[in-house]
């Protein structure tokens, strides 16, 4: 267990990625993608739609993406076998965000709809509903 005082020796960065790595689908990158050309970046998020993530944080009123930053983090992402998508997620004060393309967006709210199109069909072909 970590004590208060362990806790208060990080910094927010560090407490964003724990919070990234603790996640049921997240995985940290080792030193923070520093090292290794096959981790890049901070971390790994997801199950279906795996994203390469960068974390960013400030305790500042706003934070600002350049767009060659992100297309980098593109760059790497689509190079991370097996071909990950890019994901920034910045913490804005006590306020937390992620950035993903609205292609992403839309990508994975079609594969919402079709798979709630498919728990109905389920449904009222056999009378049951499959989730609790």
């Known amino acids: 267990m970590e004590s208060p005082w362990d806790r208060a020796k990080k910094t927010k960065s560090q407490r964003q990625e724990e919070r990234l790595g603790n996640r049921d689908d997240g995985k940290l990158q080792i030193n923070s993608g520093r090292t290794a050309w096959t981790s890049k970046r901070d971390g790994v998020l997801g199950r279906v739609y795996r994203f390469l993530v960068e974390a960013r944080t400030t305790d500042k009123g706003s934070y600002r993406i350049e767009k060659k930053e992100f297309l980098d983090l593109k760059k ?49 072909n056999s009378g049951a509903s499959p989730l609790p």
């Open 76 to 124: 790497q992402a689509f190079g991370t076998p097996p071909g990950l998508l890019p994901m920034m997620q910045v913490d804005i004060q006590d306020l937390g965000l992620v950035i993903i393309t609205l292609n992403d967006m839309d990508a994975i709210q079609a594969r919402m709809v079709d798979l709630e199109e498919r728990v109905a069909q389920y449904e009222e």
